[in-house]
Nanobody
Framework: QVQLVESGGGLVQAGGSLRLSCAAS????????MGWFRQVPGNDREFVAG????????EYGASVKGRFTVSRDNARKAIHLQMNSLQPEDTAVYYC????????????????WGQGTQVTVSS
């Protein structure tokens, strides 16, 4: 069993940056594919970024590519999402997720989820 805890959300002005973290409070992240998703009320959960167990293979959603960077630190059982050039449309609850194989862009493929952290970008 893996328990995920996100942190680092908050309020930021447009053009600013935030760094989200996701830590495993139980279990280990080292062999898991990880993903970041975001969701606004009334919308489906949107793929933001994925990273494989080694940290070498990554993928980004079209709306964040070039602005967000995902990384992982298996020794500290954590992954991070560096978000730069934030825009109001990035406002959402951000979730990290884990699965036993490599990352996926589909939220239904993930077994483990964190509780989410709110990111609000003001214009």
């Amino acid at each position: 069993q893996v328990q995920l805890v996100e942190s680092g959300g908050g309020l930021v002005q447009a053009g600013g940056s935030l760094r989200l973290s996701c830590a495993a409070s139980e279990g280990t992240l080292s062999l898991l594919g990880m993903g970041w998703f975001r969701q606004v009320p009334g919308n489906d959960r949107e793929f933001v970024a994925g990273i494989d167990w080694s940290g070498i293979s990554t993928e980004y959603g079209a709306s964040v590519k070039g602005r967000f960077t995902v990384s992982r630190d298996n020794a500290r059982k954590a992954i991070h999402l560096q978000m730069n050039s934030l825009q109001p449309e990035d406002t959402a609850v951000y979730y990290c997720s884990a699965r036993a194989t490599t990352y996926s862009t589909r939220p239904g493929d993930y077994v483990f989820w964190g509780q989410g952290t709110q990111v609000t970008v003001s214009s």
